[in-house]
């Protein structure tokens, strides 16, 4: 696996990127062994050598890799798109969902801020320590619900929006 990598490194830089993700490795080492096999007619140690040893079949290994890259591409592409068809048609849940969402999130989190600041107030100092970690998790509870709040906003008015708009 190493040697493909190297490979692809060498006369396709543009794809170490792919390399940070385990299955974007794997599929380049596969794409890649597909190559060396159809361009040299040797598999392993023996085709990489024979493509380093040819500048033309460098070159012939570099256009194969775009070629794989393009159709890899193209299925993202239409697995959004998918995507975006399916949305036309089962959007109602959807949309209810982030109804709630934006009408509900932010009475609980002013009543949360709200519970949090009696606790604060109203607390005997000698269980301070209990104070902190309730704060601390209705912290984390109101960046929840906010966060929440921020992700109905950027599938709305971001992608659905302007995949909706795109299609006019």
Request: hydrophobic share 45%; no cysteine.
């Amino acid at each position: 696996m190493l040697p493909i990598l190297g490979l692809v490194a060498q006369f396709a830089p543009e794809f170490v990127g792919l390399f940070l993700k385990s299955e974007s490795t794997a599929k380049v080492v596969t794409a890649a062994t597909g190559i060396i096999e159809t361009l040299t007619g040797k598999s392993g140690q023996d085709g990489i050598d024979t493509i380093v040893g040819s500048p033309e079949l460098q070159v012939e290994f570099r256009k194969a890799l775009m070629a794989d890259k393009h159709v890899d591409e193209q299925m993202r592409y239409a697995d959004r798109a998918n995507a975006r068809d399916m949305y036309k048609h089962y959007h109602e849940m959807q949309d209810n969902v982030a109804m709630v969402i934006m009408q509900r999130n932010l009475w609980y989190v002013a009543g949360l801020v709200a519970v949090n600041v009696v606790i604060i107030v109203f607390t005997p100092q000698e269980y301070m320590a209990a104070v902190a970690g309730a704060s601390n998790l209705i912290g984390m509870v109101v960046n929840s619900l906010l966060k929440e709040r921020q992700d109905v906003v950027g599938f709305s008015f971001g992608s659905s929006t302007g995949s909706k708009l795109k299609d006019k």
